[in-house]
């Protein structure tokens, strides 16, 4: 089992930035896996945010963070971020980390474990 913790989350204004991270621990950090970052919004379905390779070489960005957020990763602490910048109130949801190995990057179903989420809230 993998243990994904996700913190950062907070309260923001519109135009203000967070930085997300995913800490994972368990049974092995399994460095080769995708880690991606997804949000859900009251009422809303989970949607896609980014991911990045297990080396940081390739990252996948949904098109309405695009030029917005950075994902990046340090394997070396076991930890991937999500740098979120000119934050909209539209971006408000539970934004959860997830890892996986399977070939699909922008759906859920391409990940083996999730984190319980933390909250981000941006006020206009």
């Known amino acids: 089992q993998v243990q994904l913790v996700e913190s950062g989350g907070g309260l923001v204004q519109a135009g203000g930035s967070l930085r997300l991270s995913c800490a994972a621990s368990g049974r092995t950090f399994v460095g080769w896996n995708r880690m991606g970052w997804f949000r859900q919004a009251p009422g809303k379905e989970r949607e896609f945010v980014a991911a990045i390779s297990w080396s940081g070489g390739s990252t996948y960005y949904a098109d309405f963070v695009k030029g917005r957020f950075t994902i990046s990763r340090d394997n070396n602490k076991n930890t991937v971020y999500l740098q979120m910048n000119s934050l909209k109130p539209e971006d408000t949801a539970v934004y959860y980390c997830?890892?996986?190995?399977?070939?699909?990057?922008?759906?859920?179903?391409?990940?083996?474990?999730w984190g319980q989420g933390t909250q981000v809230t941006v006020s206009s």
């Open positions: 997830a890892q996986g190995d399977r070939p699909v990057v922008r759906d859920g179903a391409g990940y083996n474990y």
